[in-house]
Protein backbone atom coordinates (compact mmCIF):
# COMPACT_ATOMS: atom_id res chain seq x y z
CA UNK A 1 0.00 0.00 0.00
CA UNK A 2 1.33 3.65 -0.81
CA UNK A 3 0.35 5.99 2.04
CA UNK A 4 1.91 8.87 -0.14
CA UNK A 5 0.31 12.51 1.62
CA UNK A 6 -0.10 15.46 -0.66
CA UNK A 7 1.78 17.98 1.18
CA UNK A 8 5.16 18.93 0.37
CA UNK A 9 8.22 17.77 2.02
CA UNK A 10 7.95 20.69 4.94
CA UNK A 11 5.21 18.90 5.58
CA UNK A 12 5.79 15.75 5.60
CA UNK A 13 8.68 16.57 8.52
CA UNK A 14 5.91 17.71 10.41
CA UNK A 15 3.44 15.03 10.10
CA UNK A 16 6.41 12.45 10.97
CA UNK A 17 6.91 14.41 13.81
CA UNK A 18 2.89 14.29 15.25
CA UNK A 19 2.35 10.76 13.86
CA UNK A 20 3.39 7.35 15.03
CA UNK A 21 2.39 3.95 14.12
CA UNK A 22 2.43 0.34 15.56
CA UNK A 23 1.35 -2.81 14.72
CA UNK A 24 0.42 -4.53 18.16
CA UNK A 25 -0.31 -7.72 18.06
CA UNK A 26 -3.58 -7.97 15.21
CA UNK A 27 -4.44 -4.53 15.84
CA UNK A 28 -3.06 -1.36 14.32
CA UNK A 29 -2.53 2.15 16.52
CA UNK A 30 -2.30 5.39 15.04
CA UNK A 31 -1.82 8.56 17.24
CA UNK A 32 -1.38 12.14 15.92
CA UNK A 33 0.01 14.45 18.90
CA UNK A 34 -2.98 17.24 18.05
CA UNK A 35 -6.39 16.48 18.96
CA UNK A 36 -9.07 15.56 15.94
CA UNK A 37 -10.57 18.97 14.95
CA UNK A 38 -14.66 19.58 15.14
CA UNK A 39 -16.61 18.99 11.31
CA UNK A 40 -17.27 22.44 11.36
CA UNK A 41 -13.48 23.84 11.60
CA UNK A 42 -12.59 20.70 8.73
CA UNK A 43 -11.75 23.02 5.80
CA UNK A 44 -9.67 21.31 2.72
CA UNK A 45 -6.14 22.72 4.10
CA UNK A 46 -7.13 20.89 7.82
CA UNK A 47 -8.15 17.63 6.16
CA UNK A 48 -5.07 17.41 3.43
CA UNK A 49 -2.97 18.11 7.15
CA UNK A 50 -5.21 15.27 8.70
CA UNK A 51 -4.60 12.77 5.65
CA UNK A 52 -0.77 13.45 5.72
CA UNK A 53 -0.47 12.81 9.32
CA UNK A 54 -2.83 9.47 8.99
CA UNK A 55 -0.70 8.49 5.94
CA UNK A 56 2.57 8.99 7.78
CA UNK A 57 1.32 7.06 10.67
CA UNK A 58 0.71 4.01 8.55
CA UNK A 59 3.95 4.43 6.96
CA UNK A 60 5.83 4.28 10.49
CA UNK A 61 3.05 0.91 11.50
CA UNK A 62 4.08 -0.53 8.06
CA UNK A 63 7.51 -0.13 8.56
CA UNK A 64 7.39 -3.10 11.78
CA UNK A 65 5.45 -5.65 8.81
CA UNK A 66 2.52 -6.31 7.07
CA UNK A 67 -0.50 -4.25 8.03
CA UNK A 68 -3.43 -6.63 9.04
CA UNK A 69 -6.54 -6.71 7.10
CA UNK A 70 -9.66 -7.34 8.50
CA UNK A 71 -12.84 -9.12 7.09
CA UNK A 72 -15.04 -6.56 9.66
CA UNK A 73 -12.99 -4.24 11.70
CA UNK A 74 -13.68 -2.46 15.04
CA UNK A 75 -12.07 1.31 15.10
CA UNK A 76 -11.57 2.36 18.35
CA UNK A 77 -10.65 6.56 18.23
CA UNK A 78 -10.10 8.52 21.78
CA UNK A 79 -9.59 12.37 21.32
CA UNK A 80 -7.57 14.29 23.91
CA UNK A 81 -8.23 17.66 24.50
CA UNK A 82 -6.87 20.56 26.38
CA UNK A 83 -9.46 22.05 28.38
CA UNK A 84 -9.78 25.78 27.77
CA UNK A 85 -12.15 28.67 27.71
CA UNK A 86 -13.56 28.06 24.05
CA UNK A 87 -14.39 24.58 24.72
CA UNK A 88 -15.68 23.17 27.74
CA UNK A 89 -19.33 23.66 26.35
CA UNK A 90 -18.85 22.89 22.96
CA UNK A 91 -17.06 19.64 22.83
CA UNK A 92 -18.87 17.31 21.79
CA UNK A 93 -17.38 13.76 20.57
CA UNK A 94 -20.52 13.14 17.51
CA UNK A 95 -19.51 16.70 16.26
CA UNK A 96 -15.70 15.72 15.45
CA UNK A 97 -14.44 15.23 12.09
CA UNK A 98 -14.36 10.97 12.41
CA UNK A 99 -14.88 10.74 8.58
CA UNK A 100 -11.29 12.19 7.79
CA UNK A 101 -10.02 9.31 9.87
CA UNK A 102 -13.07 6.89 8.79
CA UNK A 103 -12.31 6.84 5.03
CA UNK A 104 -8.62 6.78 5.23
CA UNK A 105 -8.77 3.79 7.10
CA UNK A 106 -10.96 1.88 4.39
CA UNK A 107 -9.34 0.05 1.81
CA UNK A 108 -5.66 -0.05 3.89
CA UNK A 109 -7.45 -2.07 7.01
CA UNK A 110 -10.70 -3.28 6.00
CA UNK A 111 -12.83 -3.21 3.01
CA UNK A 112 -15.05 -0.66 3.36
CA UNK A 113 -16.85 1.57 6.32
CA UNK A 114 -20.41 -0.08 6.06
CA UNK A 115 -21.96 -2.09 8.36
CA UNK A 116 -20.91 -5.71 7.05
CA UNK A 117 -17.02 -4.53 7.56
CA UNK A 118 -16.41 -1.80 10.12
CA UNK A 119 -18.02 -0.88 13.21
CA UNK A 120 -16.75 2.41 15.77
CA UNK A 121 -16.65 3.82 18.69
CA UNK A 122 -15.09 7.80 19.38
CA UNK A 123 -14.63 8.86 23.21
CA UNK A 124 -13.51 11.89 24.59
CA UNK A 125 -11.23 12.93 27.82
CA UNK A 126 -9.84 16.34 28.59
CA UNK A 127 -5.94 16.43 29.01
CA UNK A 128 -3.24 19.26 30.62
CA UNK A 129 -1.16 18.82 27.53
CA UNK A 130 -1.95 19.88 23.74
CA UNK A 131 -4.03 17.05 22.74
CA UNK A 132 -3.77 13.84 20.80
CA UNK A 133 -5.90 11.47 18.76
CA UNK A 134 -5.32 7.69 18.85
CA UNK A 135 -7.08 5.15 16.67
CA UNK A 136 -6.90 1.14 17.45
CA UNK A 137 -8.23 -0.94 14.81
CA UNK A 138 -8.95 -4.55 16.07
CA UNK A 139 -10.75 -7.53 14.63
CA UNK A 140 -14.47 -6.97 15.49
CA UNK A 141 -15.47 -10.53 16.20
CA UNK A 142 -13.31 -9.84 20.06
CA UNK A 143 -16.41 -7.31 20.06
CA UNK A 144 -19.02 -9.35 19.02
CA UNK A 145 -20.57 -10.15 22.14
CA UNK A 146 -20.22 -6.69 23.69
CA UNK A 147 -22.18 -4.81 20.31
CA UNK A 148 -24.41 -7.75 19.99
CA UNK A 149 -28.32 -7.55 21.33
CA UNK A 150 -30.55 -10.59 20.86
CA UNK A 151 -33.41 -9.99 19.07
CA UNK A 152 -35.60 -11.43 22.06
CA UNK A 153 -34.41 -8.34 24.06
CA UNK A 154 -35.63 -5.83 21.64
CA UNK A 155 -39.14 -4.83 22.01
CA UNK A 156 -41.89 -3.96 19.41
CA UNK A 157 -43.29 -0.57 19.39
Given at each position: ?????????????????MSSGEVCGNAVMLTIREPLPAQKELT??????WVDMIHTAFRK?????????????MVEIVIATPRGSDN??????????IQVVLNNLKGVLFP???????????????????????????DF???????HIPHEHLKSS
Open positions: EDFEGTAGQGNDAFAAQAAVEEHAAEQGPLPRFRKATKVWDTSNRADDDLEHMAFAVTGCWTAGDGYTTVRVSGAWRKIF
